[in-house]
């Protein structure tokens, strides 16, 4: 059974920081990718930043210059650093891992998001 959690949410002013954690655990033969994703209300999920087994990184656009996406190894939490946030960054942030189990290749597992509210 696998799980992943995120933390570190919570409410912040424009131009404040937070750092999102994502831990994942249960029987896990190998993590290749791992993501966040966000949602605000009334929107669609959104894709906010990657990094592979090999430490490469992607972002949106929209985050580009303020987040940070790392880990410590792909048995250890991944982390999203939020720097110079924004009111439109307000959302629930979702951890997601493309990871192989004893019965799956690289199948998406997602966490149940963690909320980010930044005011004004």
């Known amino acids: 059974q696998v799980q992943l959690v995120e933390s570190g949410g919570g409410l912040v002013q424009a131009g404040g920081s937070l750092r999102l954690s994502c831990a994942a655990s249960?029987?896990?033969?190998?993590?290749?990718?791992m993501n966040w994703y966000r949602q605000a209300p009334g929107k669609q999920r959104e894709w906010v930043a990657t990094?592979?087994?090999?430490?490469?990184?992607d972002y949106a656009d929209s985050v580009k210059g303020r987040f940070t996406i790392s880990r410590d190894n792909p048995k250890r939490p991944m982390f999203l650093q939020m720097n110079s946030l924004k009111p439109e960054d307000t959302a629930v942030y979702y951890c997601n891992a493309e990871l192989s189990t004893s019965t799956t290749f690289q199948y998406h597992y997602w966490g149940q998001g963690t909320q980010v509210t930044v005011s004004s």
């Open positions: 249960g029987n896990i033969f190998s993590i290749n990718n």
């Open positions: 990094i592979t087994s090999g430490g490469s990184t």
